[in-house]
């Protein structure tokens, strides 16, 4: 086979995978175009292909609806404070379970793991009933305090950890620098491209959140982007299409930008489980 | 056992008796300290709920008012014909969903893994975009673009020629609707799962191969099926327990319409949990759910895991 039948066989292939890519990639471009777009133009047909300028006009709308600002801070808080607290969760476990033996190490690590099977929706209820009793109900602790403990993170660090060799530890120790030395100022630096990767995946776990968000914050201006979107639109009465779009826009944007960014990472901390599992 | 470990003794047993003692309590004691922050959280949050719920399945009422009910939640179960219903749409979005999206996403790996094709990490990179997005903003993008009059969807189906199709309004076009847009937002993702499985595979066995005369056929159910078997269990499994537990999509995008075609059992054990606050059987409904999901998953893993 020449290279150049070759070449003219991989077309075919190449131009259905392009297709697929489109169909992928086609509704963002078709979100953002239709969210800088007026309530009038959003399902004209053939629809617009270059923005319009109501993109200002449609987030101020949306600003009087659900109070954009604040639910804008409210994801940034939930998402930031629960990733840097899972991480660290993490972080500290992960290099127990990698870096010790100790009795109950086998034991502990299994049950941990065990929760993986178990759907979230058992949680629920109690958890529901907890933050009632603590008086958090409709708090930023609510909903962040369930997400610190991510039994997934802590088996990504310590198949991580246990990579790294022994003797790194002990050089460290050897020059007679305590344990939190060790961990920060040798573990950490070594493990940073694992716990990016590991930020991300939290990250984007986190603001996507809808469940339980949805059920703990109760009242509109403790609702993170995802719940007060979803509580806009299934407000048939309201048909402030314009509004609604340009607010689920805004909720992809930070993500597409994590993603487009650091890419690499990003699939890498999605594939740990994967492969390694 | 693990303290008679002979490297460490020694050098310890040099050091003056009582500081030995203190740093080897310290040292023996670390590994907990670490772990408290984990084992705490995962207490309060993940083990106590779990225990808690089985135990509030058996009761009924709320509050002060909460009486031991026995298993009479179960068996209200068993007789609700909306729980049933709840199940078989469930099902049904599985049964059609999971093989339909893990077989295009076998192809779509295959395809961005050929020598043949050009600008493969573009490719990559688009079909893997939708796993980023989160499942409420998919769902009010599928809303208008499925939208049975004006959305883009119905439009371009008229431009073909063929006729509208009523898809959040008709019993089967709304699961459907579900199943396109959860093959829209997860085929990428096992996509990408299954190129890097794709990318481990020897080169060495495709040549051997190729000279015995296999053709590409064969060698796709020799060599690349066989070797791809434990992510394809990883994959399976992740998916059936994640279509198990669906909520976000249908919450979204059908609210569980039309007459409760796409009633998800997650959204009934919402329901009863946070509209009627039956705690007792929304708390049964869950452990419903958790013996399908382990059950399913157990069954999974017998049929494919075993022959590894």
Redesign the interface.
Known sequence: MSSRTNRLRGWPLTLGLAAVAGLSVGPFYWLAVAATQKDADIFAWPPALLPGGSLGDNLERLEAKIGLGRVLVNSLVVAGVQTAGALVVALLAGYAFAKFRFPGRGILFALLLSTLVVPEQVMLVPLFEMMMSFGILDSYQAVILPGLCVPFAIFLMRQALSGMPDELLDAARVDGAGEIRVLFGVVVPVMRPVLAALAIFLFLGSWNQFVWPLIALRSPEMHTLPVALATLHGMKADTDYGAILAGTALSTVPLMVLFLVLQRQFISGLLAGATKG | M?AL?PTAAPARAAAPPARNRRALLRR?A???L??A???I??G???????V??LL?SLTTGSGAATRNAGLSNYRRLLDDPLFWTALGNTAKILVVQVPLMLALALL?AV??N?A????RA??R?????????????T???????L?TE???VN?LLGQLGLPAVDWLGDPFWARMAIVLLLT?HY???NA??YL??LQ?IPRELYEAAMVDGAGPLRRFFSITLPALRP?LL??VVLST?GT??L??EP??LT?GGPDNATLTV?MY??DN??RYFD?GY??AI??A??LI??VL?AIQMRLMGERE
């Open positions: 693990t470990a023996r670390l590994p907990y670490l772990l922050p984990a084992l959280t995962f309060v949050f993940k083990a106590y709920p779990i808690a719920s509030l779509l395809g961005i050929s043949l094709v050009r600008w573009v490719w990179l688009g079909v893997f975009m939708p796993t980023v997005t989160g499942l409420v903003a769902g009010v993008m599928f809303a208008f673009l939208n004006h959305g883009a439009s829209w085929t990428g993702y990408v799962i890097a499985g481990g992510v990883f994959t327990i198990l537990q909520f976000d919450y979204v609210r997650s054990l919402y949990g946070f705690f929304a708390s869950a452990y759910l958790t999901v382990s998953g």
